[in-house]
């Protein structure tokens, strides 16, 4: 929590007005952060001064996983998070590759799960990740990305954590993962708990130790309808301490993650939070 309100700060003390020509709004912005999650001590990064939904930031990431296409297949899983960007998004709307209600095209994980090859084929990122850290491998080269330019067109959004990386040290797994751009009081909460949870499941699934995950954001930013709940409301209140992410055990290997896993697999223990606080969400 420190971490997170020392990052928000930041913002508030040493940010430059921007304007947003996606969402037509300005944003108080920094470029570059860098914050460290101790998985390997079980602290859990949950945004303690605001309540804070982490399933719905573990469905996105398992949809990921799953090479998701479409904003029901994420609300079946427990998170609504696709519904305004499949929707609401007017240029999306527009695209004449959009499938109907609910498509998102080619986005996250179905990037990663069929990354195209320049001599025809794709490959599964995800699956060659998860082999190679199985056997106990690693290659220097354990990327998982979201992040394709040339099909930006073919998705509702561009990806905002877009790359993973993993290594290994002994029997141990770090990871590496980088954002190009964060709305920080709303993204951020999501964020850090699917970067916790990528590495403590990753562990889980491949038979390593869990160590540190780093999470880099270049461009941080709030917007100015988000300011003042922020500033006068959020910073504020006094955090409390880190509650503990419970996974079921039975999770094994990636198979599971990508066929019976459910919400209902994960839990937390100790988690004491402050009111809700309903920031306004920028499409």
């Known amino acids: 929590m420190k971490q997170y309100l020392d990052l928000c700060h930041r913002i508030i003390n040493e940010g430059v007005w921007v304007d ?13 952060h860098d914050l460290t999650y101790h998985v390997d001590k079980g602290e859990f990064p949950l945004v303690t ?17 799953r090479g998701y296409t479409s904003a029901k297949q994420f609300r079946d899983l427990g998170t609504k998070t ?38 025809g084929g794709s490959v599964n990122l995800i699956q060659k990740v998860y082999d190679d850290l199985k ?3 690693d290659d220097r080269g354990e990327i ?9 067109h073919l998705g509702c959004l561009r990806p ?12 141990t797994l ?3 993962s980088t954002q190009r751009s964060c709305d920080v009081p709303l993204g951020l909460n999501f964020n850090m708990v699917q970067v916790y949870f990528l590495l403590a499941i990753m562990a889980q699934i491949t038979g390593l130790k869990p160590g540190k995950a780093y999470h880099k954001i270049v461009n941080n930013h709030i917007y100015e309808d988000q300011l003042e709940l922020m500033r006068d409301v959020q910073l504020k209140r006094e955090p409390y301490a880190s509650p503990i992410l419970k996974i079921n055990p039975e999770i094994k290997t990636l198979e599971d993650l990508q066929t ?20 306004p969400f920028s499409v």
Not at 89 to 118: E, H, M, S
């Open 20 to 32: 947003n020509e996606r969402t037509g709004k300005r944003c108080l912005t920094l470029i570059n």
């Open 49 to 65: 001064t605001r309540k804070s939904f982490y399933k719905a930031a573990i469905a996105e990431m398992i949809g990921y996983i």
């Open 82 to 119: 696709w519904d305004a960007n499949a929707n609401e998004n007017q240029a999306w709307l527009n695209n004449p590759v959009r499938k109907g209600t609910d498509d998102c095209g080619f986005i996250y994980g179905a990037v990663a799960t069929n990354f195209p090859k320049p001599d």
């Open 135 to 137: 056997a106990g491998k």
């Open 144 to 152: 998982i990305t979201f992040y394709h330019p040339a099909a930006f």
């Open 160 to 171: 905002c954590m877009y790359s993973h990386h993993f290594s290994v040290l002994g029997d």
């Open 174 to 176: 770090y990871l590496n």
């Open 260 to 279: 019976w896993v459910t919400m209902e697999d994960f839990d937390i223990e100790g988690y004491e939070h402050h009111p809700a606080i309903q920031y």
